[in-house]
């Protein structure tokens, strides 16, 4: 119950003071955002979309990305920022394990995109790429990899699958990017 409430309170300090009148029009982190950066003690987090197909980013997404850093470096020294991909479907089934080769390659891709900005805009956070087109192996599981703890989080926060016939948004073509500051 602590948990519940320390995330819906995060949530809601977060969504609170990154509110800023701005002349663009700007999309809010979704629940599942909110949910996963709290859980990964993320201060800031963002979240935009790409173009069906597409790995570049458009003019939004820069700006997302810019305001997204230099909100965090008002607060403080930035640690790393984390970054989770999806390809154009949703992150695949139990059964499935990982998407086509094809979706693997555009969410690298799009991670290296996201990177190569990221790094040509400040180069000083390291920055941690997730591809939510492959399913953690059984080891990464074992282990309790950050790349298989985000998956489980996100899983846990509600995130559509290929087998499910969620009535949620699907997350297909959708980035995260969470800053962590030191």
């Given at each position: 119950m602590r948990t519940y409430?320390?995330?819906?309170?995060?949530?809601?300090?977060?969504?609170?003071?990154?509110?800023?009148?701005?002349?663009?029009?700007?999309?809010?982190?979704?629940?599942?955002?909110?949910?996963?950066?709290?859980?990964?003690?993320?201060?800031?987090?963002?979240?935009?979309?790409?173009?069906?197909?597409?790995?570049?980013?458009?003019?939004?997404?820069?700006?997302?990305?810019?305001?997204?850093?230099?909100?965090?470096?008002?607060?403080?020294?930035?640690?790393?920022?984390?970054?989770?991909t999806w390809g154009d479907k949703d992150y695949p089934s139990t059964e499935t394990k990982k998407l086509s080769s094809a979706e693997v390659k555009l969410v690298k891709e799009r991670n290296k995109a996201i990177e190569n900005y990221i790094k040509s805009y400040d180069r000083s956070p390291d920055v941690d790429l997730y591809s939510m087109a492959e399913r953690p192996n059984l080891l990464e599981d074992m282990l309790n990899t950050s790349d298989s703890r985000i998956k489980k989080n996100l899983e846990t926060a509600g995130i559509p699958t290929t087998d499910k016939m969620a009535k949620v948004p699907s997350k297909a073509s959708k980035s995260i990017v969470m800053v962590i500051m030191e």
């Open positions: 409430l320390m995330i819906a309170l995060l949530a809601a300090a977060a969504v609170s003071c990154s509110y800023k009148e701005k002349k663009t029009v700007e999309t809010l982190p979704s629940a599942e955002a909110k949910t996963v950066a709290v859980q990964e003690e993320a201060s800031h987090v963002t979240e935009f979309g790409f173009s069906k197909g597409s790995s570049t980013l458009s003019s939004d997404a820069k700006g997302d990305l810019q305001r997204l850093i230099d909100e965090a470096k008002k607060t403080g020294t930035i640690k790393e920022i984390k970054v989770i």
